[in-house]
């Protein structure tokens, strides 16, 4: 399995340990990465273009489609909300006549895109095409004693249509398949598909606060040990406001909520340094839940 990696703009900046615990565990699932063929991609527009330029956003996206054409290989996005943006413009790009329009605009630097892109969120991947049990066969440090509760964000689940979960149900359910996997318990609480907040941050923070509080203290109230995402914009609304969010919603003390990235929590199961992973970088810090799991954050 050789992928183009679409990194996307935040694992490569406010969360590059994501992008670190991508590449390890990556390797030990037999996922080659290449790393350059979209070195030059741009980013997706994260939902935000779009609703203001729907055609710029395609464009953008188009242009990393061609990229990845251009160099014969399938696409693997480690953000849901690059997933989302992408899936949903690809899905409007499939017009053959907007396509050629579009593709003018991408003649000045050569490129043209035909239609045959079809980017993939790692998590999908590890499941349609790794597969759980190769997953399970691979795990050198089960975590049986751990409850996680899975948190998709919006972009991974809707809209459907264009994520092709009618041709997939498997998705649907694919965080929990995973964190079963590695040994874990899933924590069943009201967020799983709900929003993070990430999206109203700067027009109305209150609210979005608010989200924050209510998702990781429902998780943390039905014993989950940590949330584990598949989207870094999450990561960084769950885990960088936590503190503001308690205290904006008066809550007493700290709610001291661990959230992993997807791979982190893979990578542990499969003995992976937790300093590789930087969990030590986290702003609600790891190391109460790194000694229940006896290893050192």
């Given at each position: ?16 340990e994501l992008y670190s615990s991508t590449l390890e ?107 759980i049990e190769k997953l399970k066969s691979l795990v ?79 998780a943390k109230g039905r014993g989950a040990d940590a ?71």
């Amino acid at each position: 399995m050789r992928y183009a990696l679409f990194p996307g703009c935040v694992s490569r900046g406010a969360c590059p340990e994501l992008y670190s615990s991508t590449l390890e565990v990556c390797r030990r699932l037999g996922i080659e990465l290449d790393l350059m063929a979209m070195q030059s991609a741009s980013c997706t527009g994260s939902g935000v273009l779009q609703e203001r330029n729907e055609r710029l956003g395609d464009t953008l996206n188009a242009r990393n489609f061609a990229l990845a054409e251009k160099a014969g290989l399938p696409i693997m996005t480690i953000c849901s909300t690059c997933q989302g943006v992408m899936s949903q413009a690809n899905v409007r790009l499939q017009d053959d006549e907007y396509r050629a329009s579009i593709n003018r605009d991408l003649e000045e630097e050569g490129l043209s895109y035909n239609g045959s892109a079809d980017p993939k969120h790692m998590l999908w991947i590890i499941v349609e095409e790794v597969g759980i049990e190769k997953l399970k066969s691979l795990v050198t440090q089960p975590l049986p004693n751990m409850r996680f509760a899975p948190f998709y964000g919006c972009y991974l689940i809707r809209p459907s249509s264009a994520l092709g979960i009618g041709e997939h149900p498997e998705r649907e359910t694919s965080l929990e398949q995973v964190i079963e996997a590695v040994g874990a318990e899933v924590v069943e609480y009201g967020g799983t598909t709900a929003c993070c907040g990430f999206p109203i941050l700067t027009i109305n923070e209150s609210n979005s606060l608010k989200m924050v509080a209510t998702h990781t203290m429902d998780a943390k109230g039905r014993g989950a040990d940590a949330m584990v995402t598949p989207c870094p914009l999450c990561h960084l609304n769950l885990d960088g406001f936590q503190p503001q969010a308690a205290s904006a919603n008066s809550t007493t003390g700290a709610i001291d909520m661990p959230i992993l990235h997807l791979p982190q929590m893979i990578g542990l199961a499969l003995g992976i340094d937790p300093k590789a992973m930087r969990l030590n970088r986290h702003i609600v810090s790891t190391k109460n839940f790194l000694t229940e799991l006896a290893v050192t954050p």
